[in-house]
């Protein structure tokens, strides 16, 4: 008995509209059952009672005079007194070395036409420019100190037109460039004896948002590249080679970093000769990468270790020796892999920067606590103080995490 | 006499003695002595753990035998590392699970070797890589990353990234274990093209209908030896041990 069915393809048809609406929305995902609902209230409550202490604290309560009397000290610390420069002005040194940083970043959007190379571009010009407009007297920030500030944009428009409109400019050239304003910005803050106008300035007067950012570029540019080098040391098939990155990597990852920077300040002078540079700041540098680098080791190993061997396999079947596996195919995919937790590692260190209040450094954090112990007519005003550093830290972290989140979804094509 | 009628290709190309290998106090390998003519098509079957992989594995040095000697087109297999790279670029190998890089394009994998290891300049890397893919048939993937593609489609890629090195041998790893049953008809599409074309060929393959098309021999391992070494129609119907007719049996 054979029956004819004849095949007729079924339409696809619309999905099911489950969302009707706010009221709709809102009774699937607030109020699906009674103890949903009753969480709802409850967290409703609670959030208006936060918001409305909270704001009501920010805008009456609070006094934030104490932010506008640290003023510019927040970004420089001691830099520009008196007791750092006798008799002459150094404002320009660090606005100028912002000025090369803005250029840069200009030229790294017109290179790479990014949309992030110009949001961050934008975003560092645009509020270096704002400060020029603070609404301090002309006797307190001069002309000088604003038009340089000011200056920030047309560096920015200027790096950019170089890039986008000569053939001068390439992305490797950017990186160049950028290892050098690292070192022209340090040349400049510390000053050259004998140059006239570039006099000397300790770097015991470093401070500020400026010290952290500088040890957290240096520690970040130079952890990675460290840390990588120990993760494939410590996966070497030397037994020399990796015994020692796995001695290194476990000492360093051992001990609380507040120790190493004690042990930096006491125990390096013991060990090396009196004539060897015992800049603190640098020693602290040091350990700070070094710290950050064992970190780094084990982030970077992981996502070595998440590979399929199959994919080395099929680069050694193809005849490329082994350090061009690693470079090429195994060393890209663990780094993209593992992307959060680097990012993770460098915001840790950023915040970590302001353990050098050990060595006597006043970073960012240190310079809000010295001068309320300097000056105690703020003393009742701390809370205020330490809420806007907190702010200004996370305003930096989050940018590294929203940078980092940029570059996963740019790298995720094609992936999975 | 060839199923391929190349009666004129003589030449040993892939010489074993006496191979042998262990992973820890497992004896994998235990006496592997063969030789395949420039030009043969072999497909080796087997049960899982019988050695299959792991021999094709050792015939580009993935794995390291322990005793006897594999000399692989002139070339001694030792633990030279001069040897090594120059059998690799030698030897094209296809895996069962492709592993194709999935950081970069189609076009990418296939001129990557060419251009790091036979310094093609990158132009004439790609003009390989296009005709390969013509070959193969999916010339308009080229700039897709491998997981756009299907599994059919990845695993021609991967051939054509092996050939783009232009190898005097071609190894398959259990090309179309990983694969549906249409993707498995167009993966061996290619695999026929290619026997056909003269290239030595060893294959680990479940597909008896292709083997017995195209191959001059089936081997057969069991235990870490072969145990069974025949063209296709004395393989299927008079195989000498009663083990080759237990398996065939089993899988057919």
Redesign the interface.
């Known amino acids: 008995m054979a029956v004819n069915l004849e095949y007729t393809p079924a339409e696809p048809l619309p999905p099911p509209r489950s969302e009707i609406g706010a009221i709709g929305w809102a009774r699937a995902n607030l109020f699906s059952a009674w103890y949903n609902g009753v969480l709802t209230v409850v967290a409703a409550l609670v959030s208006i009672l936060v918001l409305w202490f909270g704001l009501k604290w920010v805008f009456i309560a609070a006094d934030w005079t104490v932010v506008v009397e640290l003023g510019g000290r927040f970004i420089l610390g001691q830099y520009n007194t008196e007791a750092a420069c006798p008799g002459q002005n150094c404002f320009w040194r660090p606005q100028v070395s912002l000025l090369l940083v803005t250029a840069l970043l200009g030229m790294a959007w017109g290179t790479s036409g990014n949309p992030m190379a110009r949001t961050i571009a934008l975003l560092v010009g645009g509020v270096a420019a704002a400060l020029a407009f603070l609404p301090y007297r002309l006797e307190t920030m001069g002309l000088d100190v604003r038009l340089l500030l000011l200056a920030n944009l047309p560096a920015l428009a200027a790096g950019w037109a170089l890039a986008r409109y000569t053939s001068l400019i390439t992305l490797g050239r950017v990186v160049m460039l950028g290892v050098a304003v690292f070192v022209i910005t340090l040349a400049l803050l510390r000053g050259l004896p004998g140059v006239p106008g570039l006099m000397p300035v300790s770097v015991i007067h470093w401070g500020g948002l400026m010290l952290n950012l500088l040890l957290a570029v240096a520690g970040i540019t130079l952890s990675l590249p460290i840390g990588i080098g120990l993760a494939l040391g410590r996966r070497s098939r030397l037994p020399v080679l990796k015994i020692l990155c796995v001695v290194f990597i476990e000492v360093f990852r051992g001990v609380p970093l507040i120790t190493l920077l004690f042990m930096s300040k006491v125990l390096v002078p013991l060990a090396f000769p009196d004539n060897f540079p015992q800049e603190p700041l640098f020693l602290a540098g040091v350990v700070i990468t070094l710290f950050s680098a064992a970190y780094m080791a084990e982030n970077i190993r992981g996502g070595l270790q998440a590979l ?1 061997p ?2 080395a ?9 082994g350090w ?1 596996t690693t470079l ?2 195994s060393l ?2 663990a780094i ?1 892999n593992v992307i959060p937790a680097i990012v993770g590692q460098f915001i840790a260190l950023f915040k970590d920067t302001s353990l050098v209040y050990i060595i006597a450094m006043q970073d960012l954090v240190n310079i809000g606590k010295v001068f309320i112990q300097g000056n105690t007519e703020y003393l009742d005003h701390a809370r205020e103080l330490f809420i806007f550093v907190a702010v200004v830290f996370w305003i930096f972290t989050y940018g590294m995490s929203w940078v980092s989140d940029r570059i996963e979804r740019n ?1 995720g ?4 | 006499m060839t199923a391929n009628g190349n009666t004129a290709a003589v030449e040993d190309i892939i010489i074993c003695h006496d191979v042998h290998k262990w992973y820890g106090n497992f004896h994998a390998l235990r006496g592997i002595t063969t030789t395949v003519k420039k030009g043969e098509v072999v497909v080796i079957i087997g049960p899982s753990g019988s050695g299959k992989s792991t021999f094709i594995r050792t015939l ?1 040095r ?1 794995e390291q035998h322990q005793r006897g000697d594999i000399t692989v087109d002139g070339i001694e297999l030792t633990n030279d590392v001069r040897n090594i ?1 120059a059998i ?2 030698d ?3 296809v ?1 069962q ?1 492709f ?5 970069l ?1 189609v076009l990418r994998n296939i001129t ?2 060419p251009n ?2 036979r310094k093609l300049p990158m132009h004439e890397a790609e003009g390989i890589a296009m005709e390969l893919l013509d070959r193969v048939g999916i010339p308009e993937q080229a700039d ?5 593609l299907s599994g059919g489609q990845q695993q021609r890629v ?1 051939i054509a ?2 050939l783009a ?1 232009q190898p005097n041998i071609m190894l398959f790893d259990e090309p179309t274990s990983a694969l549906d049953p249409e993707m498995i008809k167009e993966v061996l599409e290619v695999m026929r093209e290619l026997a056909k074309s003269q290239m030595t060929i060893l294959a680990v393959s479940h597909e008896l209908g292709f083997a017995r098309e195209v191959a001059d021999r089936i081997m057969m391992f069991d235990e870490g030896r072969i145990v069974e070494d025949q063209p296709p129609d004395e393989f299927f119907n008079n195989p000498r041990h009663e083990r080759v007719k237990h398996f065939l049996s089993q899988i057919l």
């Open positions: 399929h199959g994919q396999e099929a680069a050694r079947a193809l005849g490329l020796p061009q090429l195919i890209p995919q993209r790298l094509v094609g992936e999975r | 580009n993935l790279d690799r670029r030897v094209g190998m895996f699970s592993n194709l890089f999935p950081h394009t990557l070797a790091k290891v897709k990353y491998p997981a756009q991967a990234r092996a090195m």
